[in-house]
Each structure stands twice: as C-alpha cells, then as structure tokens.
C-alpha cells in the first residue's frame, strides 16, 4: 500500500516538508494544526481562545478533504506553549466531539511552536472507506 496525500485550499499550506494529512490502510494521520488562516497563510491573533477554533476548523477542513470529520478520530495531541491555558482550550475542543465519543488524548507543554502560535492539535482517525491508492 501507498501513502495517499491530502490537501484542501480550506486549510493552511504547510510551512515545511509535510502534509495536511496522509492516508494509508483506512488511517488518516492529520498534521497538526495551529491557528493558521488558510487564505493569508498568517497567525490569526495572539489569542489562545481564536488560535484554537482556527486549528480545529483547519482540522475539519482536513478531515472533510478525506470524507472524515471528528467522529472519525481516535487520537489527538495537543500541545500548549502554555499550560495555563488547559481550562480555555479544552471546552473549545470538548465542542468539536459534543456529538462523538471523545477520542483518546494527549496534552503537552512545549517551549515553543511554530510562527509563535499558543496551540498545535494533531489528530489520528480511522476511515476504512478511504480508497487505497493502488
């Protein structure tokens, strides 16, 4: 099996040698997302509560790209330049998956990420109705 790419206008260019998303055996491994405008390419506010609605639309727009959306997902990681910031973004994120079983999570604090952002979620989802590139 082959590594089948994903790309949607309706989310950020990658910054770097990657991916939106890659699919591979009913997998959808979603990069992570920070509070990117898809149109100009730039950090929508220094607002950890904005920041992190952006990363999740990114993420949607994403996971719609492959004929996902959140109740696809079995994991997340999201990571926080600050931890204070756990008790904004954690009900924003608890919104997405409202109508889902939650998936498995991680939270992690980092020193830093990339264009100064606050947020970076990743997502893994499981969709076996992904077609395999032959």
Same mark, same amino acid.
């Given at each position: ?54 990363? /999740?639309?990114?993420? +949607?727009? #994403?996971?719609? $790209?492959?004929? @996902? ?7 997340? *990681? ?34 830093? /990420?990339?264009?100064? +952002?606050? #947020?970076?979620? $990743?997502?893994? @989802? ?7 590139? *032959?």
């Amino acid at each position: 099996m082959s590594n089948r790419a994903i790309r949607t206008e309706k989310a950020p260019a990658p910054i770097g040698p990657y991916r939106q998303a890659i699919a591979r055996d009913g997998f959808l491994f979603c990069s992570g997302q920070v509070g990117l405008d898809p149109k100009t390419g730039a950090l929508i506010a220094d607002d950890v509560d904005r920041q992190t609605r952006r990363a /999740l639309d990114n993420l +949607a727009a #994403v996971l719609a $790209e492959a004929g @996902a959306d959140f109740g696809d997902v079995v994991k997340t *990681t999201i990571f926080l330049t600050n931890m204070a910031d756990f008790t904004i973004v954690n009900p924003i994120y608890g919104e997405r998956f409202a109508d889902h079983t939650p998936p498995a999570r991680s939270t992690f604090a980092v020193a830093g /990420l990339p264009l100064g +952002a606050k #947020v970076e979620i $990743e997502m893994i @989802a499981v969709v076996p109705r992904l077609a395999p590139v *032959t």
